[in-house]
C-alpha cells in the first residue's frame, strides 16, 4: 500500500530529527540539541495522552501526573544513592502504570465533565504531595546530580547520546500507540469512543479495556517523566503543574487529535513557537511579554478550523477512522 | 412444549411518577416473529431497553433461553444472543459499514486483549463482516463510512450488526421508522427472510409492515399489554380498535 501523506511527513520529520546533533554540531548551536531532546520528550508524553484522549475519548485532565511519577521515580532513588538506570526507569514506568490504575479506576467509571474534574483532583493531590515533602526540596525541587546510568551502554551525561535515545524512543513509541490503536484492543476503546451504547448492545464492556488503555498511557507518560528529569537534571513537582498537563493536552489537539503524526507535530510545534515568542528579543514587546496570550490564540483557531490539527492538514491513510 | 424463548413476568419501569412499563407479561417463542405495536409514549422502546439491558428494571423478571437474566448487564445479554436496533439509528458513524460490522463480530470472538496484529487485516473478522453485509444487501457499500450511507441504509447496517454477533433474539426498534417507502418495502422484505430462522420481537408503527411480517401481535397502551394473539385476531379485538386501531380502521 502506498504511505499516505501524513504517513510520510512523519518519516521525514523523524529523519531531520536524526540529523538535528549533526546539524547543530556544524553550526556550532548545542542550544538547539537540548530543545529538539525536549520537544521528543514531550511529545512521548502528548502521544501516551493521544491514546487515551484522541482515541479512547477520556479526556484526561491530569496526565501531567505520570510526568510526575516518573521523574520523582529517578529523582528520588537517585536521592538515595540509587543510580542504576535500568531500575529507576522500571520504577518510573511501573509506578506510573499502578497509579494510573488507582486513577483510572475511579474515574473511567464517570463521564464527561466528572472525568476531567477527577482527573485532575487526582494530579493536584499528588502535585501537593511533591510541595510538601520537604526532604525532596518541597517546592523548590532538588538537583539530580548524577543521571541515570546505564553502566557499558551508554552515557546520559553525553548530549548526543541521550538526544539518541530518546528519538529512538520517541519512534517506538509511536510505533507502539500505532500499533495498539488498530489492533482488537484499539478498535474496542475507538469504538466506546464513538457510540457506548451501541458498544454495550453488541457486546463490549468497555471499562477493562478503557482502564487497560488508561494504565498504559500512564506508564508511556512515566518513561516521559523519566527522561524529563534527566534532561533538566532538577526534580521539582512543577512537572505535576495542571499547566503542564494543559500543555499536553494543548499539544494533543494542535497536533491533531487521534493521529499517529500529531502528538509530535503538537509538541514541535507548541514547543517551538514557545521558544521564538518567548526568546526573540528582537520581537516587539507586545508580543514578547504576552507570548502565551498568542498561543491562546493559535489554539482557539486550531479548534475552529482545523479539527485534526496539524496532521489534519495533510491527507491520512484512506479508511477514514484510521491514525 | 419446551419453555418459550423469551418470558417476561409483571415488568415494571418507572420515570418518576410515570409508569413506563406497567406490569408486562410477555412471551415470544422460538422461531416466532412477535410484533408490539402501540400509540406513541406507550411504552414500547422503554420495554426494549429493558430486554436489552439498557435500562435496569425496577421490579419483574425477564427469563431468557431459560435463564433469569433480568440483572445481566447489557453486554453480557448480548454474549447470551440477545442483539437489538435502536428507534434512532445508533452506528459508529466514522467507521466503515464494514468496520462496523467487523466490530460485532469481534465482539463475539474471544475476549479483545490484542495489542498487536492489526484488526482490519484480520480475516476472522472481516470475512464473516463481509458476508452479513452481502446477506442484507449492502455489500457493495463496505468500505464506505457509515455516515455517508442513505439512511436507510444506515438503518441496514444497524440490522447488519445485530445479526453479525449471531442473536438467537432479535429486538428490532422500528426498523422501518424514517424510510420512504421503496427504502422500507426492501426491509420489510428482508426481515421476511429471515422470519422462521431468526426468532424477532418487532417494535413496529407501519401497520403494513406489522401485519405481513408477525406470527403474533402484542398491543401495549399505557405500558401494559392489552392484547396478544394472532394479527387476525388484534384485528378484529374491539379493545384494541379503540385503543389503537380506532383512527385507522
Ligand atoms: N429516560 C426517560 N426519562 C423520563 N421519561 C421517559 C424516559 N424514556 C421514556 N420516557 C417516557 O416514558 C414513556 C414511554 O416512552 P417510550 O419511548 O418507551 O415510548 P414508545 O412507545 O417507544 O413511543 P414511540 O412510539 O414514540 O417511540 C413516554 O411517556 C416517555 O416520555
Ligand atoms: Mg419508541
Redesign the interface.
Known sequence: MKPSPRTLVLFAVLALLAAVPTLAAAFNQPFYLDLFRRIMIFAIAAASLNLILGYGGMVSFGHAAYLGIGAYAVGVLAHHGIHNGWLQWAVAIGGSALVALVIGAVSIRTSGIYFIMITLAFTQMLYYMGISIEEYGGDDGIRVAKLSQFEGLIDLANPTAFYYVVLALLAVVLLLVH??V???????I??AK??D?????????PYP?RL?AFVIAGAICGLAGALLVNQTAYLTPEFMNWTRSGELMFMVILGGIGTTAGPLFGAAALLLLEDLLQGWSLLPKLVHNFWQFYLGIVLVLVVLFAKRGLAGLLRGSK???DG | MAEPMLVVENLRKSFGALAATDGVNLEVREGETHAIIGPNGAGKTTLISQL???LRTDEGSIRFAGEDITEL????R??KGL??S?QIT???????AL?NV???V???AGH?????????A?AA?RDPARAVLEEVGLGARA?L?AANLAHGEQRQLEIA?ALA?RPRLLLLDEPVAGMGTDESLRMVEFLATLKGSKTMLLVEHDMDAVFTLADRISVLVYGRIIATGRPEEIRANPEVRAAYLGEEA
Open positions: 500499533r495498539l488498530n489492533s482488537r484492543f484499539g478498535m474496542v475507538r469504538a464513538s457510540n451504547a451501541r458498544t454495550r448492545a453488541i457486546g463490549f464492556s479495556y487497560a479508511d477514514g477512522a | 436489552s439491558g439498557t448487564p447489557a453486554p453480557e448480548s454474549r442483539a437489538r435502536f445508533s452506528i459508529y458513524r466514522e467507521f466503515t468496520d467487523a466490530l460485532a469481534q465482539a463475539h479483545s486483549f490484542r495489542f498487536w496484529r492489526p484488526a482490519r484480520d473478522l468500505e463510512v450488526m454477533t
